[in-house]
């Protein structure tokens, strides 16, 4: 059974950078594509971009001047970063298998806040 | 961007009734790309539905999934006392891939 878990701070200041990572178990990072989605209070699921392990990647244009994201296969991991963070980007960031849809599993999501 | 409703916003039923939850596009989709999800407070989203009528592994016969072009429904038989939930749709065929508001589906 595959399973994805978030992790990184709950907190993080406005104009510093972001960073979350998402562990995979269960099954290979490799080969397969991984999608970071988030959800802003009050508002709808966003999705922010994917990976895969070939080191390809593709970002939502409303987000791509600010998103890396990365794949350690080592690790078993990939990452998220996004920098110049601002109150709107306060929100439950999930990770989960897929590129651009159909995404299965997901993570449990963690939430993030940007606050002085 | 395409912009995805949901309608209703709640759907209060009883267990063993059926219900029929309703997402319509924007824009033309195709229905290749449309999916169903299903998430509980506390929980992570999970897959029922891709391609509009496909299920998802382990995802029980109850739920069904159908439409095309701007309509797509998603129909539960007979709701189990799980099935309580918030149900979101999404289009993945106009990049990027959006999401609609979900539909609670109450007691």
């Known amino acids: 059974q595959v399973q994805l878990q978030e992790s990184g701070p709950g907190l993080v200041k406005p104009s510093e950078t972001l960073s979350l990572i998402c562990t995979v178990s269960?099954?290979?990072?490799?080969?397969?594509?991984w999608s970071w989605i988030r959800r802003p209070p009050g508002k709808r699921l966003e999705w922010i971009g994917y990976?895969?392990?070939?080191?390809?990647?593709d970002y939502n244009p409303s987000l791509k001047s600010r998103v890396t994201m990365s794949v350690d296969t080592s690790r078993n991991q990939f990452s998220l970063n996004l920098n110049s963070v601002t109150a709107a980007d306060t929100a439950v960031y999930y990770c989960?298998?897929?590129?651009?849809?159909?995404?299965?599993?997901w993570g449990q999501g963690s939430l993030v806040t940007v606050s002085s | 961007e395409i912009v995805l409703t949901q309608s209703p916003g709640t759907l209060s039923l009883s267990p063993g009734e059926r219900a029929t939850l309703s997402c319509r596009t924007s824009?033309?989709?195709?229905?290749?790309?449309f999916a169903w999800y299903q998430q509980k407070p506390g929980q992570a989203p999970r897959l029922l539905i891709y391609?509009?009528?496909s299920r998802a592994t382990g995802i029980p016969d109850r739920f069904s999934g159908s439409g095309s072009g701007t309509d797509f429904t998603l129909t539960i038989s007979r709701l189990e006392p799980e099935d309580f939930a918030v149900y979101y749709c999404?289009?993945?065929?106009?990049?990027?891939?959006?999401f609609g508001p979900g539909t609670k589906v109450d007691i």
């Open positions: 999404q289009q993945y065929g106009s990049l990027p891939g959006t």
């Open positions: 990976t895969h392990s070939s080191g390809s990647t």
């Open positions: 391609g509009a009528s």
């Open positions: 269960g099954d290979s990072i490799s080969g397969h594509y």
């Open positions: 989960a298998r897929g590129s651009t849809g159909a995404y299965g599993p």
């Open positions: 824009q033309s989709v195709s229905s290749r790309f």
